[in-house]
């Protein structure tokens, strides 16, 4: 009798992600006269790829169960954007190309249909999760979806895929409450504003205060009327390492999850708090964030009978970003396919890790926010 192997993680990929057209880097535009050289954007899905090749290469993608992808459909989107948002960015991708809302996330011809893929491949984790076919998973979306706002895209972001996500688990899966708990190093500003007046999807962002967008993530803004306390912003200073996320996890996110007891916990998983991110100044390490999932492991199983969706958000080191997020993976199926981060011999040695007493004092000054949950 041929045994079926049960897989305790999904993986979510598809090559088309791939394909996200960023075109010529509208940051910082080449010029001759100006001396700055033709480049990449900081947000081509290179990192991405080269994620997905190491999960290949490594084995991890044998350990994982890898699930296809059925595009979403616009009533999905609909759920968190408005008509006129999606119209406008579908007939852009359908005529000339364009931009999600901020000059900087530019589209190409088809880019709706590919956004629709990675909407899709969050619901279908997600479903999978619910359904108690998998425990857990990851899946690896480009484009990012956490800056994404109901009536525009910014930050790289065309539709927000965690926000989707929840609101899909309220309205057709039925839960009655979901916890956003975004690890990405830029404030989740797309799901404070959707469920600002809600408490039924409790929202968490912990980011490097004043990154991005720099005007937005201050621990005062904490939700209105009855979702008043379910809005929980966690800025830490820039330079924080390992153990300031951690001591930030045990502190707040931790205690918070438990009062509140969510159905489910999505997690917009951006890397780029890593040390070697161009667009952040944080210092975790692909070990880092091994630890990280652990704890985010730790209280699912404490409240969400360890049901956890993790969805690929920024990230923006081509080198580094792939090993942590195979780390991550890695830790969420319980296997070490790479035996040790091939940076770590660099990295692992710099000092930068420890909790300073200034980033103590920002997370201790945020626990009365947890008894308003
Ligand atoms: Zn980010």
Redesign the pocket.
Known sequence: MVKTKLFKTAYLWTAAMGWWDTGADPLMPSDFRLGIAPNKHVAHPDAKRLAHELIEVTGLLEHVERLPIRPAREEHVLLVHDAKYVDRVKRESNETGGDCGDGVSPFGLGAYDLALKGVGASLQLLESVVSGKVQNGYALVHP?G??AEPDRGR?FCMFNNGAIAAEYARKKLGLKKVAIVDL???HGNGAEKIFWERNDVLTISIHQDRC?PPDRGFASSRGAGKGFGYNFNIPLPPGSGTDAYLYALKTLVQPALRRYKPDIIIVPS?L?ANIMDP??RQSVTADGFALITREMMNVANEVTKGRLVYLQ????SPQYTPICIHRIIETLANVTTLAEDPYGYIINTQYGQELEPWQRAAVDALKPHVKDI
């Open positions: 990012a956490h800056h930050g990405d190093v830029h991005f951006g780029d667009l952040a958000e920024g990230g923006y």
